[in-house]
């Protein structure tokens, strides 16, 4: 079983001449091989737990495979990979493709390329050219309070962040704000790779008229991901990167920052925002 | 000039019906392509400046060079990248190895291989391989009032930060608590990387008795750079990973987590603080 937090010894001090030495819950952090037809394709360091929906979410977002058509099968490998005692583990799963569709090169982890410049319109053209949806299309309205009461709901439900203050989420919520999968890990691509891959074998995508939930900060990567998967609304709690704006706008998303209980900003999209 | 911050409009909506329009600074990303001897390494999205630092630090921290004698030259190549007005960038860079210095595999992302095994025991095992320094020799001491103001001495030297609320941070201390560096970036290995780098072009490492602080959080790659630059102490204002305390614990580092003012709490190497 996949164990997201684990106890270690922790030594806590304090400037008074506290010290006290007790168990404390950290979060899991391990590595994860994903293959295509068995053959390495990446490692990504995540929290262990929805590993299938991590790898089918991550493919998704580098635009190898688009809705379950394209999957023959996702699952773990366990004699691939033990651990030190000669156990299997659950760090390697293998997704098998439908014939047709096209395999990507392994370790594809260059966001551009040389020939086509390396600079930020590079970077949001050659998301532009991968991505299959044309967001601007999604005429979603969004009610404020709604969109405000998000983070606080996306809180309330990680019960998880509780014991380890150590995990980023990701919150998938209707416009109406029901929240419908929320996923966690040590890194917060890694959360909303986890979110869409559930989205993806659920058959939902595009998430037209959805809204995505994020912890912390918004960085390109997290609006790429959010394009792949065809959501409109990208929402973090914390700042956007200038390049994030930047590629939001270019794909018809909104993107808010700032959410945090009584107001947020928007960076792009604002008219989604019903008497915006 | 490379800039870190951005001019962007935003719109402010506020549950109270609040609402308004104006300038905001957001923190810039762009990608930044490290070549080695002219050939592209990686891709990494960063915030311009001390981009040189940057590259070299992730040379160092990938174990491809040790000091500033691996090294012929580090430059921007102003020509290999134009913007989409056909002005040069400077989003790309290139560090010339010295002779007899081995080359290592571009893209080389991938942090265990499938015969080593995938999981955590062999992510370790791979980095303590790959480390020149035995941190279990640094019998540095430190003090907890020392260790606790760490924090808040990075905080008042982080200038961009109250511009953006979007950079993460990494701050090089002597023992005593003297700044010696200090870089932001978007991303916190970014940070790390640009510190490792400036210490690397002072003939600094390995970095024997300091502390290094950021922010956020500690993962497994945030360690493994420390160790790779042969820093005793790696201080994190919020909570680590069950893998970095791992990893530290191997590496004879003392990790200390929810670095908070008056308290903190240690992960590994408890031993180095007096009184402890």
Known sequence: MAHTTARQPVTRFGVDGHQDRRADSLAVEEPLEIQIDGEPFTVTMRTPGHDLDLALGFLVAEGVVRGPEDVVSARHCPDAARDADGNPTHN???????????RPEPAR????????GVCGTASIDAVATRSPYVLALDQVGLDVGTLAGLPARMRTA?????RTGGLHAAALFTADGQLL??????GRHNAVDKVAGWAFTQGRLPLRGHVLQVSGRASFELVQKAWMAGCPVLAAVSAPSSLAADLAAA???TLIGFSRGERFSVYAG?????GG
Chains 1, 2 share one sequence.
């Open 92 to 102: 390697v799963v293998t997704v098998d493709l439908a014939p047709g569709v096209v």
């Open 109 to 116: 982890h260059r966001l551009v390329s040389s020939a086509c």
């Open 158 to 162: 990680q019960a998880v962040f509780e």
């Open 181 to 186: 999968c929320l996923r966690e890990d040590v």
């Open 251 to 253: 794909a018809g998303m």
């Open 270 to 274: 604002a008219e989604r925002i019903l």
